[in-house]
Nanobody, 115 residues
Framework: QVQLVESGGDLVQAGGSLRLSCAVS????????MRWHRQAPGKQRELVAS???????NYADSVKGRFTISRNNAKNTVYLQMNSLKAEDTAVYYC?????????WGQGTQVTVSS
C-alpha cells in the first residue's frame, strides 16, 4: 500500500512563497509520475502540476511561471515551490500518483493566501 503525506501548507500574504512537500512510502517512487492538485472551496479539484519519472514537467496555465514542481528520488519526495502567490491560489493541495489503475492521494495541506 502506497501512502502519501503532504506538508508545508500555511497562511501567507499575497506575493509570498511556500514550498509544499509530499513524502511517498515504498521503494518504487522513482517510476511514478507525480502530480499536485488543488481544490478551492466550492470548486472542483484541478491539476496544478505534474512531473514524470524522467523529470518532464507540466503546469496549469494559471500557475506557469510561478510554481515549480520537482522531485528527489533519494528522499521519495515531490515538491511544489510556489512563488508570487495570489489569493486565488487559496486551496487544499493534494499530491497524487497512479499505480495499476488505482489512484493514491494524500490527506492534503491547506494553503491560504491573504490579499
Amino acid at each position: 500500500q502506497v501512502q502519501l503525506v503532504e506538508s508545508g501548507g500555511d497562511l501567507v500574504q499575497a506575493g509570498g512563497s511556500l514550498r509544499l512537500s509530499c513524502a511517498v512510502s515504498g521503494s518504487m517512487f522513482r517510476i511514478y509520475t507525480m502530480r499536485w492538485h488543488r481544490q478551492a472551496p466550492g470548486k472542483q479539484r484541478e491539476l496544478v502540476a505534474s512531473i514524470t519519472s524522467g523529470g518532464s514537467t507540466n503546469y496549469a496555465d494559471s500557475v506557469k511561471g510561478r510554481f515549480t514542481i520537482s522531485r528527489n528520488n533519494a528522499k521519495n519526495t515531490v515538491y511544489l515551490q510556489m512563488n508570487s502567490l495570489k489569493a486565488e491560489d487559496t486551496a487544499v493541495y493534494y499530491c497524487n500518483l497512479d499505480m495499476l489503475s488505482s489512484g493514491y492521494w494524500g490527506q492534503g495541506t491547506q494553503v491560504t493566501v491573504s490579499s
